[in-house]
Structures are given as structure tokens and as C-alpha cells.
């Protein structure tokens, strides 16, 4: 139940394209749903977060959709750029908690 | 504004011994997280501190152990190192006091266990 299950794997997409990552969770209790990007020898950059009381977050490029019911929520990068290649986390957290629990990755490599 | 810093940044060491790694937190947080990551894997969480104390522990052994200081630098300290502890090992700091708490990461110690 503490699980958060992401896919893909990997994904290749061509510059100018949408890049679409999806997550699952099974714990009705995680309220904070935050993405991260990092890249070779760094550290984990938050990118962008949304709560479950929101279908929709916006930050530029990148979008987060998030379905309540169906307990999956997906990251979307609009016009992708070979600078975004680099390996994308999801992650949850519970209301009463600090700990984050992680998806397994999704590495995204874009093409000129 | 300075970020979260680690150090040190690689660090070699044989199975059976121990090892300290540093985190300084982001100037105005006042929590640290530790995580661990293996190669190709999510961050696991360890344990987080604030106030100077534990405060939450992930699926991880007591040889796993830490500190929190008062100007909420944290260390964290590996006793009898198995081969399996090589990962890279994240420090996050976030603030209590401010909006969704995010966690702020640094840029990992690199521990590799002969």
C-alpha cells in the first residue's frame, strides 16, 4: 500500500513532442504528489506538485494530471527539448509525514 | 541563498567498516531527510530529523544511524558496511514552518562497499 508504481520504464521522444509519464498509488491517505527531475551525478530537483483537491497543475511546460478516483496522476512535457533528457520520479506523501515514497523512474531521452 | 551541500562526494570503503557522511541544510530549513538510492532505483527514505532528534524512520537497521545539530547541519553514519549499502545517499532539507514542505535535495554522496 506504501507503493507508487511508474511507467514507463524508459521513453524516447523526438524535440517538439509531448513526453508523458504516469504514476499509480494505492494509499488514500498521500495528499502531496510532487514530480522530480535528475540528471546524471546530481541530486533529485523538484520540478512541480499538486494536492488532490486540484485535476490540474500548470508550470510552463510541464503539466501534472491528477485523477482521484481512479488514483493515478502523470506528468506531461510539452515541446520537449534535449536539454529535458534526464530521469523523471514521481513521488507521495502522507498528510501526517515528511517521508516521500518514489516511483522507480522514468528515464527520457529527447531527440534533436 | 545556499543549497543543500554533501559531503563527501565519493567515497570508498571495504565491507565491516563505517562511514559518516555531512549534509548542511538550505539557509531557513529546519528538517533533514536522509534517502538512499541504488543504482537505476527511486530514493528510499531512511530517517528524517528535526529538532535535533529522529523523527521517522523508513525500512532501514539500526547500524543506520544519525545526528541533527543545532544549526540543523545532520550527519549520517553507516556501522559494519555490507556490500549492499553502495548507493548514492541523498540529504534533503526542507522547512515546517512553510507552505507544502517541500524537500530541497543535495547532490548525494556516491558510497561504493568492497
Known amino acids: 500500500q506504501q507503493q507508487v508504481k511508474q511507467s514507463p520504464q524508459s521513453l524516447i521522444v523526438q524535440k517538439g513532442g509531448i513526453s508523458i509519464i504516469n504514476c499509480a498509488y494505492e494509499?488514500?491517505?498521500?495528499?502531496?504528489f510532487p514530480w522530480y527531475q535528475q540528471f546524471p551525478g546530481k541530486g533529485p530537483a523538484l520540478l512541480i506538485a499538486?494536492?488532490?483537491?486540484?485535476s490540474e497543475k500548470k508550470e510552463g511546460r510541464f503539466t501534472i494530471s491528477f485523477n482521484k478516483s481512479a488514483k493515478q496522476f502523470s506528468l506531461h512535457i510539452m515541446d520537449s527539448q534535449p536539454g529535458d533528457s534526464a530521469t523523471y520520479f514521481c513521488?507521495?506523501?502522507?498528510?501526517?509525514?515528511?517521508?516521500?515514497?518514489f516511483g522507480t523512474g522514468t528515464r527520457l531521452q529527447v531527440f534533436p | 541563498e545556499t543549497g543543500v551541500t554533501q559531503s563527501p562526494t565519493h567515497l570508498i570503503k571495504t565491507r565491516g567498516q563505517q562511514v559518516t557522511l555531512r549534509c548542511s541544510s538550505q539557509s531557513g530549513h529546519n528538517t533533514v531527510s536522509w534517502y538512499q538510492q541504488a543504482l537505476g532505483q527511486g530514493p528510499q527514505f531512511i530517517f528524517q530529523?528535526?529538532?535535533?532528534?529522529?523523527?521517522g524512520r523508513g525500512n532501514f537497521p539500526p547500524r543506520f544511524s544519525g545526528l541533527q545539530f543545532p544549526n540543523y547541519s545532520s550527519e549520517l553514519n553507516v556501522n559494519a558496511l555490507e556490500l549492499d549499502d553502495s548507493a548514492l545517499y541523498l540529504c534533503?532539507?526542507?522547512?515546517?514552518?512553510?507552505?507544502?514542505?517541500?524537500?530541497?535535495f543535495g547532490p548525494g554522496t556516491r558510497l561504493t562497499v568492497l
Open positions: 513521488a507521495a506523501r502522507g498528510w501526517n509525514t515528511d517521508k516521500l515514497i
Open positions: 530529523y528535526y529538532r535535533e532528534e529522529e523523527n
Open positions: 499538486i494536492r488532490p483537491d486540484v
Open positions: 494509499n488514500t491517505a498521500f495528499d502531496y
Open positions: 534533503a532539507s526542507s522547512s515546517r514552518s512553510t507552505g507544502d514542505n517541500e524537500q530541497f
